[in-house]
């Protein structure tokens, strides 16, 4: 749809509109200079559609806020659990209702209280598209983006030689898959050659070579060498079987003992080791795994610290978004699980899919010892180690796919078919919502169980949550209904809403919109208090650039207090909103969400504007 300099529409759906009204007043000479808007400046008028003769009573009955800049909570006690179901060929279902799922939180039964499907993949995509090529057709302008995915490489576990197959994958896929439509960005968990959503794919190109492998953690450099997991086991568990293998590898790498002795022995203390020998590798294999894990928790913290920051980037952006973690991998200890379930909770809320692509590919762990090799060896031990390293380092890329409804990729060498599946969201993800049973705030881990009634289908879902460590009260839940909705492209209708726009340039580079609202209030719902039909209005409107970045957003408030003798005019009258933006010349998505405090309704509209 393309709102002309000289014409106001009122705004149906996205990608159309008809004539409303005379033409406004025409502006000087348009220029085509496209830009951000170089002020964010904004204000909102409020007013009944039906005029009164006692302006007093309008106030007494309609009281709007000053305009604020729209601030949101993120924090709720409804618990999201999202599930993707396949069948026996991989497809994805989306015919299932409430009743065909159970939830246990803690092996107890849920009830569902809140049930969805997003239709969050390709053909969601594919539908959205045609939707704005249509509207492209007519404006003969530049692509306004729906989808975004950013692509985050994990520098801080992957190597070199990993790290080449996969940025080579990546070029020619983004070479041979961005629409006009798509945004993409190259981020890493080190932080260094971040290139936020373009779709410039010279830049995207010049920022995957810039990427390095930045571990700082190499156990073959140490004494003894120790992973990352045998760490955690002797500095945070007290494992004394990993403090024994280790220590015996400190008596071979401080040259003490013999290497084939000691990689076959089957004692914890070899008769060739004397006991200040014993005492001055154990004290090498605990310092080690001291230095280990103090490195291996820094980069777990600032790993999980950057998908929480590239999901944080993702809620500013419109449409379909999506995360995908390149990664080999990467083990998280207890002191990390909660920091790894509030991404989660977070990602859910914001309708982000994060996806994993195990950047190993197609691996073999050798873990055959020779029959000769007593099974309590060493060599024993630590091939079982080096085994248990690679299931934990699989393990966090699954978590955080499946409890956000991406795609986890892994044990294949086909990496621009990896990356096909997971920069695709699900076609189909369930949402299931339910508020805890005697939910005690506490901070405690709960189990979380997804029974799917049809057996002949494969599902993937959440496994588990942390209790919050205090309530949440209803404002703040509202808050974050309307924080999802700005950032949406869903349209929806719980009550009608109708958007008018129109721009007047004072000048060639800048142009003043206005946004008018008119909201349909028959099918609200009012509490009657104190002899008046009340009810709160939250209106936000916001304006994106062609990037899909959030560039302002206005929040106003509207109080309703209606008299018995004015309800029923002002019902059929209707309430109209007006918000107007500086900007400057160029394209522009508006979004308008409205929701209503008594009956707790909500609807959103979208709209394309076009300033020359």
């Given at each position: 749809m393309r709102i002309t300099h000289a014409a106001q529409c009122f705004i149906l759906a996205a990608g159309c509109c008809v004539q409303a009204g005379p033409p406004a007043p025409s502006s000087t000479q348009s220029s085509n200079q496209s830009s951000?808007?170089?002020?964010?400046?904004?204000?909102?008028?409020?007013?009944?559609?039906?005029?009164?003769?006692?302006?007093?009573?309008?106030?007494v009955e309609i009281a709007s806020s000053p305009d604020a800049k729209t601030t949101f909570s993120t924090r709720v006690n409804l618990v999201v659990v999202p599930v993707v179901v396949r069948d026996r060929k991989g497809r994805a279902i989306g015919n299932l209702t409430k009743e065909d799922f159970q939830l246990l939180d803690k092996g107890k039964l849920q009830s569902i209280s809140r049930f969805s499907v997003e239709k969050a993949g390709e053909k969601a995509a594919s539908e959205a598209a045609q939707i704005e090529a249509s509207a492209e057709e007519a404006a003969g302008s530049a692509a306004i983006p729906t989808r975004f995915v950013a692509y985050l490489f994990d520098d801080l576990h992957i190597d070199n030689g990993d790290l080449a197959q996969v940025r080579a994958a990546t070029i020619k896929h983004l070479t041979e898959t961005l629409q006009p439509t798509d945004r993409a960005a190259i981020y890493t968990t080190s932080g260094i050659g971040n290139l936020d959503f373009t779709d410039d794919r010279g830049k995207m190109s010049e920022a995957l070579n810039r990427i390095a492998s930045r571990s700082r953690l190499s156990g073959a450099t140490?004494?003894?060498?120790?992973?990352?997991?045998?760490?955690?086991?002797?500095?945070?568990?007290?494992?004394?079987?990993?403090?024994?293998?280790a220590t015996n590898d400190a008596l071979i790498c401080a040259s003490l003992l013999d290497l084939q002795v000691a990689s076959r022995s089957a004692t914890a203390n070899p008769p060739e080791a004397t006991p200040q020998d014993m005492q001055s590798a154990t004290s090498l294999a605990q310092g080690a795994a001291s230095r280990a894990v103090a490195i291996g928790e820094a980069e777990i913290q600032l790993t999980l610290s950057s998908l929480t920051d590239v999901v944080?980037?993702?809620?500013?952006?419109?449409?379909?978004?999506?995360?995908?973690?390149?990664?080999?991998?990467?083990?998280i200890t207890l002191n990390y699980r909660q920091q790894e379930m509030e991404l989660m909770d977070r990602a859910i809320r914001a309708k982000v899919t994060i996806s994993s692509l195990d950047a190993r590919g197609l691996y073999a762990l050798d873990t055959e010892v020779s029959q000769n090799v007593p099974q309590n060896s060493n060599q024993t031990k630590k091939s079982m180690y080096a085994h248990l390293t690679m299931l934990a380092d699989s393990d966090?890329?699954?978590?955080?796919?499946?409890?956000?409804?991406?795609?986890?990729?892994?044990?294949?060498?086909?990496?621009?078919?990896?990356?096909?599946?997971?920069?695709?969201?699900?076609?189909?993800?369930?949402?299931?919502?339910?508020?805890?049973?005697?939910?005690?705030?506490?901070?405690?881990?709960?189990?979380?169980?997804?029974?799917?009634?049809?057996?002949?289908?494969?599902?993937?879902a959440r496994r588990g949550y942390y209790a919050p460590k205090h309530a949440v009260n209803e404002a703040e839940q509202a808050k974050q209904e309307i924080r999802e909705a700005i950032f949406s492209r869903e349209e929806v209708q719980e009550f009608p809403i109708a958007l008018q726009t129109q721009f007047f340039k004072p000048t060639a580079d800048t142009a003043r919109l206005s946004v008018l609202a008119h909201i349909d209030m028959k099918n609200l719902k009012f509490q009657k208090v104190e002899g008046r039909d009340t009810d709160t209005l939250t209106i936000v409107s916001g304006l994106f650039d062609r990037n899909g970045n959030l560039l302002t957003s206005i929040q106003k408030t509207v109080e309703m207090r209606l008299k018995e003798e004015t309800f029923d005019a002002r019902l059929a009258a209707g309430l109209n909103v007006k918000t107007s933006f500086d900007v400057q010349p160029g394209k522009y998505v508006l979004r308008v969400v409205v929701r209503d405090s008594e009956g707790e309704m909500m609807s959103a509209r979208n709209g394309i504007v076009d300033i020359p």
């Amino acid at each position: 749809m393309r709102i002309t300099h000289a014409a106001q529409c009122f705004i149906l759906a996205a990608g159309c509109c008809v004539q409303a009204g005379p033409p406004a007043p025409s502006s000087t000479q348009s220029s085509n200079q496209s830009s951000t808007p170089s002020s964010n400046q904004a204000t909102t008028t409020v007013a009944p559609a039906v005029p009164t003769r006692n302006p007093a009573k309008n106030t007494v009955e309609i009281a709007s806020s000053p305009d604020a800049k729209t601030t949101f909570s993120t924090r709720v006690n409804l618990v999201v659990v999202p599930v993707v179901v396949r069948d026996r060929k991989g497809r994805a279902i989306g015919n299932l209702t409430k009743e065909d799922f159970q939830l246990l939180d803690k092996g107890k039964l849920q009830s569902i209280s809140r049930f969805s499907v997003e239709k969050a993949g390709e053909k969601a995509a594919s539908e959205a598209a045609q939707i704005e090529a249509s509207a492209e057709e007519a404006a003969g302008s530049a692509a306004i983006p729906t989808r975004f995915v950013a692509y985050l490489f994990d520098d801080l576990h992957i190597d070199n030689g990993d790290l080449a197959q996969v940025r080579a994958a990546t070029i020619k896929h983004l070479t041979e898959t961005l629409q006009p439509t798509d945004r993409a960005a190259i981020y890493t968990t080190s932080g260094i050659g971040n290139l936020d959503f373009t779709d410039d794919r010279g830049k995207m190109s010049e920022a995957l070579n810039r990427i390095a492998s930045r571990s700082r953690l190499s156990g073959a450099t140490d004494c003894p060498p120790m992973s990352f997991y045998e760490a955690d086991l002797i500095a945070n568990r007290n494992d004394a079987d990993a403090l024994s293998v280790a220590t015996n590898d400190a008596l071979i790498c401080a040259s003490l003992l013999d290497l084939q002795v000691a990689s076959r022995s089957a004692t914890a203390n070899p008769p060739e080791a004397t006991p200040q020998d014993m005492q001055s590798a154990t004290s090498l294999a605990q310092g080690a795994a001291s230095r280990a894990v103090a490195i291996g928790e820094a980069e777990i913290q600032l790993t999980l610290s950057s998908l929480t920051d590239v999901v944080r980037r993702m809620t500013s952006t419109p449409g379909q978004r999506s995360v995908v973690l390149v990664s080999p991998g990467f083990q998280i200890t207890l002191n990390y699980r909660q920091q790894e379930m509030e991404l989660m909770d977070r990602a859910i809320r914001a309708k982000v899919t994060i996806s994993s692509l195990d950047a190993r590919g197609l691996y073999a762990l050798d873990t055959e010892v020779s029959q000769n090799v007593p099974q309590n060896s060493n060599q024993t031990k630590k091939s079982m180690y080096a085994h248990l390293t690679m299931l934990a380092d699989s393990d966090v890329l699954a978590e955080v796919s499946e409890g956000t409804g991406g795609t986890f990729f892994h044990d294949s060498n086909d990496y621009r078919e990896g990356l096909r599946l997971t920069a695709a969201a699900p076609e189909f993800i369930y949402l299931l919502g339910f508020s805890p049973q005697n939910l005690k705030y506490d901070g405690s881990f709960h189990n979380v169980k997804v029974v799917l009634k049809p057996k002949d289908l494969d599902m993937q879902a959440r496994r588990g949550y942390y209790a919050p460590k205090h309530a949440v009260n209803e404002a703040e839940q509202a808050k974050q209904e309307i924080r999802e909705a700005i950032f949406s492209r869903e349209e929806v209708q719980e009550f009608p809403i109708a958007l008018q726009t129109q721009f007047f340039k004072p000048t060639a580079d800048t142009a003043r919109l206005s946004v008018l609202a008119h909201i349909d209030m028959k099918n609200l719902k009012f509490q009657k208090v104190e002899g008046r039909d009340t009810d709160t209005l939250t209106i936000v409107s916001g304006l994106f650039d062609r990037n899909g970045n959030l560039l302002t957003s206005i929040q106003k408030t509207v109080e309703m207090r209606l008299k018995e003798e004015t309800f029923d005019a002002r019902l059929a009258a209707g309430l109209n909103v007006k918000t107007s933006f500086d900007v400057q010349p160029g394209k522009y998505v508006l979004r308008v969400v409205v929701r209503d405090s008594e009956g707790e309704m909500m609807s959103a509209r979208n709209g394309i504007v076009d300033i020359p």
